[in-house]
């Protein structure tokens, strides 16, 4: 089966900085771009990033942009969101997705595939 499994998450002061990875494994399977989004209770899942596995600029969201950064490492089947300059409002579950749009779409009906989530929080 496929497998994506989110780590790196936990409690980090405002200001601070974090790195999420995204591993993939188990069968072979479909997947032109990665993508991170993130739910915080109460709240609509969110969009944050996505890559193409073949090469490019990320796409990311407004609301982090200047501040996260995703890439890729395509021999670990791994991605990873780079997370400075941390806001409590970015506390929230993060999943990592798979899609078969190359697009790096921002809704998360286009993925197919989802981790789990790792927990963010921010403290002031």
């Known amino acids: 089966q496929v497998q994506l499994v989110e780590s790196g998450g936990g409690l980090v002061q405002a200001g601070g900085s974090l790195r999420l990875s995204c591993a993939a494994s188990?069968?072979?399977?479909?997947?032109?771009?990665m993508g991170w989004f993130r739910q915080a209770p109460g709240k609509e899942r969110e969009f944050v990033a996505a890559?193409?596995?073949?090469?490019?600029?990320?796409n990311m969201a407004d609301s982090v942009k200047g501040r996260f950064t995703m890439s890729r490492d395509n021999a670990k089947n791994t991605v990873y969101l780079r997370m400075n300059s941390l806001k409590p409002e970015d506390t929230a579950v993060y999943y990592c997705a798979s899609s078969t749009m190359a697009t790096m779409p921002s809704v998360p009906t286009l993925y197919n595939y989802w981790g789990q989530g790792t927990q963010v929080t921010v403290s002031s």
């Open positions: 188990g069968r072979t399977f479909i997947s032109y771009a």
């Open positions: 890559i193409r596995w073949s090469g490019g600029n990320p």
